[in-house]
């Protein structure tokens, strides 16, 4: 470990026949420590607990012989949720109407209350949620919808590819002229 140095000292003499003791020098020695430090590091590793990944849970459809049938829903039960650019939100109930008379704008301060109602007045069964991003919408807008579902504990939602009319009628109702 430590070590001394008993080596000649110096042969400095204050007085004739004086002779001075020898000066011995440490030499410490840092192997141990190392392995102490490495020993150390080796604890704290498998001692720290890693930080777990977060997902969101994503429940698939059953399979079912007929592909067609598949995603089957009623209609009555459908809300279609779309996201435009600046924050605005389009939806409508069942489906989409030859003539777009069920076609509504909102903004996400009002989306809850829509979804609340829809969820009130639909057997819990039926109702699911179509969330259509658009190409104008923003990353967080998505984000955000997700979190609603989350917040008004529906069960059941899809993220579909909007369709042309949907996304046509989205710009329409901006005024805009589809690209």
């Known amino acids: 470990m430590a070590e001394m140095d008993t080596s000649g000292g110096g042969g400095h003499k204050k007085g004739p ?14 192997t141990p420590m190392v392995d102490l430090g490495f020993l150390l590091i080796t604890f704290f590793i498998f001692t720290t ?7 969101m849970k994503l429940n698939l459809p059953k399979d079912t012989e007929k592909p067609e049938e598949q995603n089957k ?3 009555s039960g459908v809300l279609t949720v779309m996201m435009g650019k600046n924050d605005q939100v389009y939806y409508y109930e069942g489906t989409l109407l030859p003539d777009a008379s069920n076609f509504k704008s909102t903004n996400f301060k009002e989306i809850r209350n829509v979804i609340l109602n829809k969820k009130k007045s ?8 179509v969330i259509k991003p658009d190409k104008d919408c923003t990353y967080k807008n998505v984000v955000d919808m ?3 579902m989350l917040i008004n504990d529906v069960k059941r939602y899809a993220t579909v590819e909007i369709a042309d009319v949907e996304y046509q009628l989205i710009q329409k109702t901006e005024g805009n002229t589809p690209q």
């Open 17 to 30: 026949g004086v002779k001075k003791g020898k000066k011995l020098s440490t030499r410490v020695d840092l």
């Open 146 to 148: 997700l979190d609603e």
């Open 49 to 55: 607990t890693m930080s777990q990944p977060t997902a």
């Open 122 to 129: 639909t057997d819990p069964k039926d109702f699911v949620v």
């Open 73 to 75: 829903v009623k209609e």
